[in-house]
């Protein structure tokens, strides 16, 4: 989908809201605070800006934000977790404003981390932006995959493959995926109005995850850390926009 002036204008509203929701479940992540009480600080942003969540009720998903401490790779359950000093966690919302969407994520510590948790967030974070980088006219969207890839890989850490990143627009997840790991073949040519949400998730051990029995919370299958970090970005003529930014 290529995205007009004026849908990319609601985007970036619908972007500063999820940027604003992350703001304040930062400054809220402090030990001693369960994920509920989390949840609840985002929801405020989101009913304070008149804005809609897009992961509340998503297939039955019953909170505003993800919540993924340490070996929880991606979708999280708010509830009584309780945070602890030396935790990550994982933080992935969006928002949705006159029906156009923005989804982003982060990984913070709690308190001091390890010196592998804090490479770890910062090597992720790392490849997103080598993956945002890639978002130029002209070039193949599977070259964000393989900026992404090289990044985790060659600080010897693991991609995530069974989760990936994805188009969005007026629904939060619209194709085509974005893989973070080259897949062999190099994918759409990206123009000027396309909008993909980009996240890597990257492990400090094996890439494999499992499934837990709430049906959504995922972690390492070998009880590594992992972090995540996402943003929405345009494809312009001047390069990426990032749009879920203050």
Known sequence: ?????????????????????????????????????????????????????NFLHYRGFPAVICTS?????????????????????????????EGYHGDAAFTMGIGEVSPLAARLMEVTELSLSAGIEQLWPGKRLNEVGRAV???????????????????????????PQVPNYWPGKPGPLLKPGMVFAIEPM????????????????????????SAHFEHTIAVTDDGPEVLTLP
Request: net charge negative; charged share 25%.
């Open 1 to 53: 989908m290529i995205r007009r002036p004026d849908e990319l204008a609601k985007m970036r509203r619908a972007g500063r809201v999820v940027a604003e929701m992350h703001e304040a479940v930062r400054a809220a992540a402090v030990p001693g605070v369960t994920t509920a009480k989390l949840d609840r600080v985002a929801a405020e942003v989101i009913e304070r800006r008149g804005a809609r969540s």
């Open 149 to 175: 890839q090289d990044v985790a890989e060659r600080a010897g850490f693991s991609v995530v493959r069974e989760y990936v990143g994805h188009a969005i627009g007026t629904a939060m997840h619209e194709e």
């Open 69 to 97: 401490p340490n070996d929880m790779i991606v979708h999280g359950i708010p509830g009584s977790y309780t945070l602890r000093p030396g935790d990550i966690l994982s933080v992935d919302c969006g928002a949705i404003v």
């Open 202 to 225: 990257v492990n400090a051990g094996g890439p494999e995850t499992v499934l837990l029995e709430d049906g959504w919370s995922v972690v390492t299958a070998d009880g590594s850390l």
